[in-house]
Structures are given as structure tokens and as C-alpha cells.
């Protein structure tokens, strides 16, 4: 145990360099997006000095009512720009600093006033105090939780490190591939939370089930282009992340490609600009099929197969959604009309935590939540326990705000963000049900 901690603690000093310059690559990364997202389409022209001075929304007596998924997304956007610089300054000094934190937080400070007054000079948007407000808090909470799970990260990183460095230089080309087709399935990269925006996706025929009509539908050709292009997708499944001498076997390849594609195209659903037509993401997923497939001809003896274990799991999650699905939406009075499912969509932005109309909307998913957290609490790695934990926490609330969002086409029915919170926080306190578990969540975790 002493020699393998040492061992480890040796390894992250080592990896020094290349930690810090993959946080300070995150970092800047996410910096450029906020400033994109910020100031897309750049249609820059003169603005009153009034809307430099006074930042208008905060000021104006007239300013419309604050929306709660525009304070989300801002917070959103920049937390990963806190928790990465943070990565970054703290790597490169080797110490904690309050100094150092400090002035990732006046930069993140700087960054967001200065999108927000550029936001003055394009007419599409409105600047605001209250963006600022949120996208330094969201700063000030990507700080907090580089200070709770920076340890975890560092190990991750370190293990993501060392797989890139042990690989073929094939197998970094397809790695760089598969980073480029995600950019390019989320492309120009506008996402939106704002409901009535979605819903304007939807009812202009943009949000679409497989081999749905639709003007904007992906044509044939299309089809067949993105098969083609998920094809070395496949065999980065296959190649990617396995000793030189062996290879995932087609079933467990196809199995995480799969799950990659199921989050490009749930993600790309809030891309407002994006056609989002679930048949490309079934092209995409033969294409990679093909491309596992002909990763059998690589010549790796050893096969690394998918295991019972791993199917059962699979086979539980699918499970769990689909009565998590039965208990939202039951008796499925589905109807499909866009401008009520608008009309629904801004009443709930307008009042996003009205109370439910009855207890038994939440007392199935409170159950559920529950029974979800005890039996994740029994699979937390404790090399990374808090990591796994925030990840469980996240997957568990966005599937429930999927099934309430889900709610919004069902006659009758009154989503709420209530639901949502109650759920999550059965989850939680499931979670939490273990005193092993409680206590190696709540102590830092040791250094390695």
C-alpha cells in the first residue's frame, strides 16, 4: 500500500508538465467558447453609450423578468473555466494559494465584463449585471470544486495521460479524430437551455425521431456520409486505449460507441441552430458498427470481450429509465400539437418551481431516486469516489429533468423543477445512506 501510494505520488510529479498544460489548454479553451457563445454572430455595430455604462437589464425599470435557464447557462459557461484555471495556476506553483485562486477569479471577473460589454455592440444580444453576476459565480463554484475534487482530477488526468503517451501513433490519429467529429456534431455550438427556443426547434420540424419528414430532414446522401465518417469513430472503440497486442471485441466496442453517440446527439438537441434528427445518430452507429468490425483484421491476439457484469449493468440502467418513464409519463396522453407544448413550455419558464399537482407526480421518482442511490453507492471506486459521486448525482438529475421536460407534451400535466430537486435529493441522501461511503465523501480525499 506505502510503495503504491509512493509510487503514485512519484508518477503525478512527473506528470507536472503535462497536467498543467492540459488544464491551462482546457482553461483557454472554454474561455474562447464563452467569448464565442457571448458574441456569436459578431454582426458588430455602434451602440449607445448607455448600454455601455449602464449594462441596461440590471438598470432598466422595464427590464423583462430574470429567466432561470439564461442564470444557469452563464453559470454553466464559466464553470469549467474557474475549475480548469484554477487546474492550471495551482499545477504550475505545485501549492495551494489563495492568491493564486484569487486571481483566477478577478480574471473570470474581467473575461465576463468584457463579453458583456462587447455584447452592447451586437444587436442580437442584450448585456446585462445580472450575466455577470452569474458567470462569476459560476467561476467562484468551478474554483470550489477544483478545491474538493483536484486530487481525483489529477490521478484521472494522469491515467488519460499515460494511455495517450503508450499509444500508436495510429491510435492518436483517431483519438484526434473522435474529438474532432464531437465538435463537428455540435457545431456552430449554440446551445440553449431556454425552453421556448427547443420548443421552437420542435415545432419548426428541427427535433426529430427517426425517419421523421421534415424539410430539414439529413437527405439520404447525408445519411450515408455520416456512416462513413463514424466508421474510424468504430475503430478508435475497438484500438483506442488497449495494450498494442489486443483489442476490444465488436460487441463492447459497439457498446461504447454507442453510449459516445447517445450523449453527441442528447447534447446536440440544444444546439438551436442544428437539425437534430435522430436517424443520423442510427447511421452513426452502423457506420462505427462497420468500423469495429473491421478492426478484426488488425491482427491483436487478445480480445477484451464485455463481460455479464457489464451487461447486467447496462441491462439494470435501461431498466430503471424506462419505469422512471412509466411513473412521469403515465397514461401517456401524448399530444403533440407545437403550440400547446409552447404555450406549457413558457408557462414553466415563467414559473419554474410551481408546486406538483398531487403527490403521487413525485412518490414514484422519489422511490426510484432512492433505489437508484443504493444500489450505485455499492459500485463507488474510492480512488475517485467524490468524481463518480458528482457524475451519478448529474446523470441521475439530468435524466429526471428529461422526463419532466418530457411532461411539457402530455395533456394535463404541470412540469416543475420541484419534482426535479425532491428527486435528486432522495438520490443524494441514498447515497450518503452508507457510513463508509458518507465519511469517504465528506473527508478530503488522501493524495496519491
Not at 474561455?31 to 464565442?36: C, D, K, P, T
Not at 442564470?71 to 495551494?96: D, H, K, M, Q, Y
Not at 470550489?144 to 490519429?173: K, N, S
Request: aromatic share 8%; glycine share 6%; hydrophobic share 60%.
Amino acid at each position: 500500500m506505502i510503495d503504491a501510494a509512493v509510487g503514485r505520488r512519484t508518477g503525478r510529479a512527473a506528470g507536472v508538465p503535462a497536467r498543467a498544460a492540459a488544464y491551462g489548454a482546457a482553461a483557454a479553451a472554454f474561455a474562447a467558447y464563452a467569448v464565442w457563445g457571448s458574441l456569436f454572430p459578431f454582426d458588430f455595430q455602434r451602440a449607445p453609450i448607455a448600454d455601455l455604462v449602464a449594462l441596461s437589464d440590471l438598470w432598466s425599470a422595464h427590464r423583462s423578468p430574470l429567466s432561470l435557464t439564461d442564470l444557469v447557462s452563464n453559470v454553466l459557461l464559466f464553470l469549467p473555466i474557474g475549475l480548469f484555471a484554477a487546474a492550471f495556476v495551482e499545477t504550475r506553483a505545485r501549492a495551494s494559494s489563495a492568491a493564486a485562486l484569487a486571481g483566477v477569479f478577478a480574471c473570470a471577473v474581467a473575461l465576463s465584463a468584457g463579453v458583456e460589454i462587447g455584447q452592447a455592440f451586437v444587436p442580437a444580444r442584450t448585456p446585462s449585471m445580472l450575466d455577470v453576476l452569474a458567470e462569476t459565480a459560476g467561476a467562484a463554484l468551478g474554483i470550489a470544486l477544483w478545491r474538493i475534487v483536484g486530487a481525483e482530477l489529477d490521478d484521472l488526468l494522469l491515467l488519460v495521460v499515460h494511455r495517450v503517451r503508450r499509444a500508436t501513433p495510429a491510435e492518436r490519429a483517431l483519438l484526434g479524430y473522435v474529438v474532432l467529429f464531437a465538435v463537428w456534431w455540435w457545431l456552430p455550438g449554440d446551445f440553449t437551455l431556454r425552453p421556448g427556443e427547443i420548443a421552437d426547434k420542435f415545432e419548426h420540424k428541427r427535433l426529430l425521431l427517426p425517419f421523421v419528414p421534415s424539410p430539414d430532414a439529413v437527405s439520404p446522401s447525408g445519411l450515408i456520409a455520416i456512416a462513413a465518417a463514424a466508421i474510424p469513430v468504430g475503430l478508435a472503440a475497438a484500438l483506442c486505449g488497449r495494450r498494442r497486442d489486443s483489442r476490444r471485441s465488436i460487441a463492447k466496442a459497439l457498446a461504447l460507441v454507442t453510449l459516445f453517440l447517445i450523449v453527441l446527439e442528447a447534447g446536440q438537441t440544444l444546439v438551436f441552430s442544428r437539425t437534430t434528427d435522430a436517424a443520423a445518430a442510427l447511421e452513426a452507429v452502423a457506420g462505427a458498427a462497420l468500423g469495429a468490425f473491421v478492426a478484426r483484421r488488425s491482427q491483436r491476439p487478445y480480445v477484451d470481450r464485455l463481460r455479464a457484469s457489464t451487461v447486467a449493468t447496462a441491462a439494470c440502467v435501461a431498466v430503471w429509465i424506462t419505469a422512471a418513464a412509466i411513473c412521469a409519463w403515465w397514461p401517456f396522453a401524448v399530444d403533440f400539437e407545437p403550440e400547446r407544448a409552447l404555450r406549457q413550455m413558457t408557462r414553466w419558464s415563467l414559473a419554474p418551481f410551481r408546486p406538483p399537482l398531487r403527490a403521487a407526480d413525485v412518490a414514484p421518482g422519489v422511490a426510484l431516486a432512492i433505489a437508484a442511490g443504493l444500489l450505485v453507492r455499492g459500485k463507488l471506486s474510492l480512488r475517485f469516489i467524490r468524481l463518480q459521486a458528482l457524475g451519478a448525482v448529474a446523470f441521475i438529475g439530468a435524466i429526471f429533468l428529461a422526463l419532466e421536460a418530457g411532461r411539457i407534451l402530455l395533456a394535463g400535466a404541470s412540469p416543475t423543477l420541484v419534482t426535479v430537486l425532491v428527486e435528486c435529493v432522495a438520490f443524494v441522501a441514498a447515497l450518503l445512506a452508507s457510513p463508509s461511503v458518507g465519511s469517504a465523501l465528506v473527508r478530503r480525499t488522501e493524495s496519491c
